[in-house]
C-alpha cells in the first residue's frame, strides 16, 4: 500500500457518495480505490458494555470505536487517493463486517475521479 | 442456594424497569428532536435536484444493545416462532438516532437536502456466548 501523500493534499480531496458533484465535471477516472481496518474492543471498554447488556441502550464506547475506526480506513482510501492523483473519490460505499469474535472489519471503497470546475 | 435465583431474578427485573424507563425517554426524545428537522429533505434518489450546487458527505452512526429482560422474552419467542416484538423496537430506535445524527450533520453545513442515502446494519462485537450490539451506520450527500 502506496502511504506517504501530504496531508494538506488529502484535506483537498472530496469524499461523496454520488456518482458526481455538483458543479464540477469528471475529467479522468482513476480507478478504484479502497481502505479497510479491523478493530478489537479492550476489554475495560467490554465490562462496562457488559453492565450495558443488562439495561440496554446506547453503548457509547463503541460507536466511538467504530467511528475512529471508520475515519482511519477513510483516510486509508483518500491516501491511496491522493497518491493516485485524483482530487476526488465518487461513489463512496461502507461495509462492516464482524470477523472474530470481538472485532470488526470496517471496508470502504470509492472510485478515484479527477473532477474540474465547470 | 437461594442466591443462584436471586441475581438472575433481579437482572431481569433491573432490565425491565430501567430498559423501559430508558426506551420511553429515548423515543420521546427522537420524536422532539424529528420534529426540529422537518425541513430537511431525505432521499434514498442520485439525482441532483436544479440549484444545488455544494455537497458534503454526512454520516451518522450507533451502536446499541437490548435489556436483558426483552432478550429473555425474545428466546421465548423464538421457541413459538412469529413476531419478535421486542428486537424490533430496538431496530428503530437505533435506525431513527443514526439518521437523526445524520441530519445533525448535514444541518451543521445548512443544508436542506440530503440525496443517496445508505442505512446499514451490522452486528459488532460479538462475544462468544452470541451477545452483541448492533451497529446503525446512516450516510448520504448533503446538498446546498
Known amino acids: 500500500m502506496v502511504l506517504c501523500p501530504n496531508k494538506k493534499e488529502m484535506n483537498n480531496m472530496q469524499i461523496s457518495n454520488l456518482e458526481s458533484i455538483p458543479g464540477t465535471k469528471i475529467i479522468k477516472h482513476l480507478g478504484m480505490v479502497q481502505g479497510n481496518t479491523v478493530r478489537a474492543k479492550h476489554v475495560g471498554r467490554d465490562i462496562l458494555a457488559g453492565l450495558k447488556n443488562i439495561v440496554g441502550g446506547e453503548l457509547h464506547a463503541y460507536t466511538e470505536l467504530l467511528t475512529e475506526s471508520r475515519q482511519q480506513s477513510t483516510d486509508r482510501m483518500i491516501a491511496q487517493a491522493t497518491a493516485m492523483g485524483a482530487n476526488a473519490v465518487l461513489n463512496v460505499r461502507f461495509s462492516t463486517s464482524s470477523v472474530s469474535a470481538g472485532a470488526s472489519e470496517i471496508y470502504v471503497y470509492g472510485t478515484a475521479v479527477v473532477v474540474q470546475v465547470e | ?144
Open chain 2, 1 to 144: 442456594m437461594i442466591f443462584s435465583f436471586i441475581i438472575p431474578i433481579s437482572l431481569v427485573l433491573l432490565g425491565f424497569i430501567v430498559g423501559r424507563i430508558n426506551e420511553a425517554r429515548h423515543f420521546a426524545d427522537l420524536q422532539q428532536r424529528e420534529a426540529s428537522f422537518q425541513h430537511v429533505v431525505l432521499s434514498d434518489l442520485k439525482t441532483i435536484p436544479e440549484g444545488m450546487n455544494r455537497s458534503q458527505f454526512v454520516s451518522g452512526s450507533v451502536v446499541i444493545s437490548i435489556d436483558y429482560y426483552k432478550r429473555i422474552i425474545a428466546s421465548i419467542r423464538m421457541f413459538f416462532g412469529g413476531e419478535v416484538a421486542s428486537y424490533q423496537s430496538l431496530l428503530t430506535r437505533a435506525r431513527r438516532e443514526a439518521i437523526l445524527r445524520m441530519i445533525d450533520e448535514a444541518d451543521d453545513y445548512d443544508s436542506k437536502y440530503i440525496a443517496n442515502i445508505r442505512i446499514e446494519t451490522s452486528k459488532v462485537f460479538e462475544n462468544d456466548d452470541g451477545i452483541g450490539s448492533l451497529e446503525v451506520y446512516a450516510y448520504g450527500t448533503a446538498l446546498s
